[in-house]
């Protein structure tokens, strides 16, 4: 799995960066099949903001979440992504049985 995380109006630290893989290792725990990750942190006013596109063996998925804080929008978005690749990954094996 490859990881590219960048930031707009934002340094990235190493905090960031360690916060944000072992959060994304909870979506590599339910998918093996990721391929990519790429995902944006910015800073707009007072509001914090975490995106992040997915790319797996057949399909790309997007999530963004923004709160005061980054490490709490991290999370958010992140949630969201595991929501996803789990609808997803349903979607797979639901394929598969029929």
């Known amino acids: 799995m490859q990881l590219n995380i960048s930031g707009h109006h934002l340094d990235i630290t ?3 960066k360690q ?3 072992e959060k994304l290792a909870k979506i590599k725990h339910h998918f093996d099949h990721v391929i990519s990750i790429n995902m944006i942190l910015e800073i707009e006013k007072d ?3 975490a995106e992040a596109s997915i790319h797996l063996s057949g399909t790309d998925l997007f999530a963004k979440a ?3 804080d980054m490490y709490s929008s ?3 978005m992140v ?3 595991d929501a996803q690749i789990r609808k997803h990954k349903e979607k797979l094996n639901d394929h598969r049985k029929n």
């Open 19 to 21: 916060h944000s893989k």
């Open 79 to 81: 949630n969201k992504l």
């Open 74 to 76: 991290i999370d958010q």
């Open 14 to 16: 190493d905090a960031i």
């Open 47 to 49: 509001m914090q903001i």
């Open 66 to 68: 923004e709160s005061k």
